[in-house]
């Protein structure tokens, strides 16, 4: 049940996030700036006595912005702060772009951008042109760049935002929906990989702790003779060349010296003296042989080669 109740929240998050785009994308700007060319087109046919001609719907251009088709003479520079005055009055940017353009040939006549009033946009053909022998029939055309660039970024956001959401709810399901791994319980949890003991007799020898147990404190070997004494237990009985025992026990070192196998023989014979049953003997000219004579503890198994071996999990 409880299962059923997160996958239903987590559908509902996921909805959510999907449904922002929409939520976002108010018209309140754009009913604003409707609002405001209207008022200025109204105001400027006052501006002419004229009170009766209705004004036209504005509509948005990609390339132009909003567009208002005004459709009579105006004053520019009248037009100018009338345009200030009304974007101030309802709140809008104060950075915008103003274009006028020929009702019969939609060509630009006049122009200007806010961040720089100074520098007006007058095509090259008109420049010797006073502005009193322009067209009497304008189309006004306003454009606001930063909030074009707010609506590049709103768009890439929302064409992003749903993908992520889908990837990251998609995660979510898969998560939800794999097995639970089940607890361990007190008799699985006691499952150890079991440990080699070599029992020599009186001693048992764990490669894995390093250690002789017998008599007494148990004897900590060092990490070399372990490796050989474990070389020996493996390979009982056997003789091992001295070559093969060089590579084994310090071919991770690089550079073997054969005075070595003689020191730490020596040292296990000593540490393994209390084992009556156990000789480590010397070939001259060839190598050693660990040999194993019989004499199996109670309780323990007997390999094929006669030496005891007992697997415990201690």
């Not at 005055?85 to 353009?101: C, D, I, Q, R, W």
């Not at 760049?145 to 399901?173: C, H, M, R, S």
């Not at 000789?279 to 198994?301: C, N, T």
Request: with cysteine; hydrophobic share 40%; aromatic share 10%.
């Amino acid at each position: 049940m409880m299962t059923g109740k997160l996958r239903l929240q987590g559908l509902a998050i996921i909805f959510s996030f999907l449904a922002l785009p929409g939520l976002a994308n108010t018209p309140s700007f754009e009913l604003e700036v409707n609002l405001a060319l209207r008022e200025i087109g109204h105001r400027l046919l006052l501006q002419q006595g004229d009170s009766t001609t209705a004004i036209p719907p504005v509509v948005f251009e990609k390339d132009r912005g909003f567009y208002l088709k005004f459709g009579g003479p105006l004053d520019y520079a009248y037009l100018h702060k009338l345009v200030e005055e009304t974007f101030y009055n309802k709140g809008l940017p104060s950075v915008y772009t103003l274009a006028l353009f020929d009702c019969e040939s939609d060509d630009l006549m006049l122009g200007y951008s806010t961040q720089d009033i100074s520098e007006p946009i007058v095509p090259s053909d008109l420049t010797c042109v006073g502005r009193n022998e322009l067209s009497d029939c304008y189309h006004l055309a306003i454009n606001f760049p930063a909030q074009t660039e707010k609506e590049d970024t709103f768009l890439l956001v929302a064409a992003i935002v749903p993908i992520v959401v889908l990837l990251l709810g998609g995660f979510w399901w898969w998560k939800q929906t794999q097995p639970t791994k089940p607890i361990l319980g007190q008799s699985q949890a006691a499952a150890e990989p079991e440990k080699t003991v070599y029992q020599l007799g009186p001693l048992q020898f764990e490669p894995e702790n390093q250690t002789l147990i017998g008599e007494g404190e148990p004897q900590r070997l060092t990490f070399r003779e372990s490796k050989l004494l474990d070389l020996f237990c493996q390979n009982k009985n056997q003789l091992l060349p001295r070559e093969s025992i060089l590579e084994f026990v310090w071919g991770d070192e690089g550079v073997m010296v054969g005075r070595s196998i003689d020191v730490f023989v020596s040292r296990l014979r000593k540490k393994l003296k209390a084992a009556d049953n156990i000789k480590i003997a010397s070939v001259h000219g060839v190598g050693y042989r660990m040999e194993i004579a019989e004499q199996p503890s109670l309780g323990a198994a007997k390999d094929s080669q006669g030496f005891t071996l007992n697997l415990t999990d201690n």
